[in-house]
């Protein structure tokens, strides 16, 4: 559980003498797992001012604490190789904590060619959700091009949507469209959360519809000759990209609470391209 341990004071104090935004501190603070309230005290107090009323003593601040992400259960079945609606997928690697899983097979190679060939002429660069707004933003950090696909659109795709759904054990109904996003060399996506911080007032536009994102599954559609793998900055995890293979990872358990070393990005594609299809899955229906 984060404490403004010794740490964390010379890191506000560094932050401070940096010239950060109070704001900025306290977004990261909340990334790292603090309560709002606790964080922004603790950063009220690195630049001097008085404590609150509301948030007055250090009983107060470690009361108001944050509780540890706790790890339940994931859905996804447990075994070697795992039934998927069609296809039996290969497991390759699963971490407990974030729980992330690598998959061999997904997808094959016939499979991965046709979603490239029908999304190739139907590309836009893709867009983030801007954190204040909700609306969608092309934005520097996102260097890809992308397409979405309606759940269910035509017969491959449902096929598609069945055999994710049945590997992530997760109703297909919950599930947003499948989305194909295409780096050039040097495109990446930097490191990001998938789900909608609650804190961040743009959230509430995304989440009125199926509630929170509570996994992510991103399928290799291609072989990415160097660079490109999918990284977990807190976690110390890389995963490379193989055609057919993916990575799962779960973010919200089943008491709501949202894991913050599932942070994550796509790193810089270093030679050749790179094409993903992914899929995430809500709390409810969604659609
Ligand atoms: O391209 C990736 O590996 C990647 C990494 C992180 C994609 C996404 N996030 C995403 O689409 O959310
Ligand atoms: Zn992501």
Redesign the pocket.
């Known amino acids: 559980m984060p404490v403004v341990d010794a740490a964390w004071e010379e890191w506000l104090s560094s932050n401070v003498a940096r010239g950060c935004s109070p704001d900025s501190m306290i977004d990261a603070m909340v990334q790292a797992g603090f309560a709002t309230q606790a964080a922004q005290s603790a950063v009220h107090r690195a630049f001097g001012e008085p404590p609150s009323a509301s948030v007055a003593t250090e009983a107060a601040l470690a009361q108001s604490a944050p509780r540890t992400f706790q790890y339940d259960e994931p859905p996804v079945a447990s075994g070697n190789v795992i039934r998927a609606h069609d296809r039996d997928v290969r497991v390759l690697m699963r971490s407990e904590r974030p729980q992330v899983i690598v998959f061999g097979d997904v997808l094959s190679k016939d499979e991965c060619a046709e979603m490239i060939e029908r999304s190739r002429h139907r590309l836009k660069r893709s867009t983030t959700v801007n954190p204040d707004t909700g609306k969608e933003d092309v934005i520097r950090n996102r260097t890809s091009e992308g397409v979405w696909y309606q759940r269910g659109e035509d017969s491959f795709i449902e096929m598609l949507d069945r055999r994710i759904s049945s590997l992530m054990n997760w109703p297909v109904e919950n599930g947003e469209g499948l989305?194909i996003?295409h780096?050039n060399t040097t495109g990446e996506?930097r490191p990001?959360f998938?789900y909608f911080p609650p804190d961040q007032p743009g959230s509430a536009v995304h989440t009125a519809q199926g509630g929170q994102r509570v996994a992510?599954l991103?399928i290799y559609l291609n072989d990415v000759p160097d660079g490109?793998e999918?990284i977990f900055p807190e976690a110390g995890l890389s995963v490379a990209?193989q055609q057919g293979g993916a990575v799962y990872f779960r973010y919200m358990n089943g008491q709501r609470q949202l894991d913050p070393l599932t942070l994550?990005?796509?790193a810089p594609v270093l030679g050749g391209d790179?094409w993903?299809m992914?899929k995430w899955m809500r709390e409810r229906a969604y659609g």
């Open positions: 989305q996003l780096y996506y990001h998938d992510t991103v490109g999918t990209a994550h990005g796509g790179k993903i992914t």
